[in-house]
Nanobody, 123 residues
Framework: QVQVVESGGGLVQAGGSLRLSCVVS????????MAWFRQAPGKEREFVAA????????YYTDSVKGRFTISRDNAKITAYLQMNSLKPEDTAVYYC????????????????WGQGTQVTVSS
C-alpha cells in the first residue's frame, strides 16, 4: 500500500555533492516526520537527519551538521537530503523513513522504510 522510494545515490569525489530524494507512494494525512538514516558495511544503521512534516523543524547528527540539509515538499510527499562537502566516511547505504507517530529521533519512531540508495565517496 504505502511505499517509500529513495533515489539520487551514486559515486562522487570527496568534496563533491549529491542530492537524495525520497518519495512516498501514497498520501498520508497523519505523517509526522521523515528522516534519513545510513548504514555502512559492517556498521549499525545510524540516524542522519529528520524533518517535522508540518512545522519543518530539522534535526541532524553531529557528523553532518553544516554539510547536509534535509528539506521537504508537502505537496509531493517528498523529502530531500542535500549533501555537500562529502567525505569518504559518508559512504553508506542511505535509507529514507516516514513516521506516523510523535517521535523522530530513533529507528523505532519510523513506520515505513525505503529500500536504500548507495552513496559512495572516493578519496
Amino acid at each position: 500500500q504505502v511505499q517509500v522510494v529513495e533515489s539520487g545515490g551514486g559515486l562522487v569525489q570527496a568534496g563533491g555533492s549529491l542530492r537524495l530524494s525520497c518519495v512516498v507512494s501514497r498520501r498520508l494525512f497523519s505523517i509526522y516526520a521523515m528522516a534519513w538514516f545510513r548504514q555502512a558495511p559492517g556498521k549499525e544503521r545510524e540516524f542522519v537527519a529528520a524533518i517535522n512534516w508540518s512545522g519543518g523543524s530539522t534535526y541532524y547528527t553531529d557528523s553532518v551538521k553544516g554539510r547536509f540539509t534535509i528539506s521537504r515538499d508537502n505537496a509531493k510527499i517528498t523529502a530531500y537530503l542535500q549533501m555537500n562537502s562529502l567525505k569518504p566516511e559518508d559512504t553508506a547505504v542511505y535509507y529514507c523513513a516516514a513516521s506516523l507517530g510523535n517521535g523522530l529521533g530513533s529507528l523505532q519512531d519510523y513506520n515505513y522504510w525505503g529500500q536504500g540508495t548507495q552513496v559512495t565517496v572516493s578519496s
